[in-house]
């Protein structure tokens, strides 16, 4: 992979607020993002380019986070998922990482969290996430389910 080329991330998630608000924190911290109102038009983007992360919401209208993991698996087996949810269920979360999703997260989700989880993800691959300031004071606030 080209070490200079920023990593992608699609993140999907029905609430628009939402979505936007994580494509911020990672375009700011370097990544390119494309966004995805559900599972289905996530399916649709991934067909036409790769991406070298997906962050999905749990609970969404025609295609949940969970069938999207898995037809990802099907699809990619190699792009880390990670699933961000605001129910943050039991059974849901043994599913989850049961179908190999690399971490799941509960909303209102830190923006230090969500860039620490998704550079752990990007690593275990070999791809080297943009650098981001540990001591940053900006990092403190919270995205809103």
Request: contains cysteine; charged residues 25%.
């Amino acid at each position: 992979m080209n070490p200079e080329r920023a990593p992608t991330v699609l993140v999907v998630d029905d609430n628009r607020d939402h979505s936007q608000a994580l494509a911020k924190i990672f375009e700011r911290a370097g990544y390119r993002v494309g966004t995805a109102g559900d599972g289905q038009e996530a399916l649709t983007i991934l067909a036409d380019r790769p991406f070298d992360l997906v962050i999905t919401d749990l609970r969404m209208p025609r295609m949940n986070g969970l069938d999207l993991l898995r037809n990802i698996r099907a699809m990619s087996p190699h792009v880390p998922v990670l699933i961000v949810t605001a129910f943050g269920e039991w059974t849901s979360y043994i599913e989850a990482m049961d179908c190999g999703c690399v971490d799941y997260l509960s909303k209102p989700v830190r923006r230090e969290d969500i860039l620490m989880a998704a550079r752990k993800s990007l690593a275990r691959r070999g791809i080297r996430a943009p650098g981001v300031s540990a001591t940053s004071s900006e990092g403190s606030g919270s995205t809103t389910a």
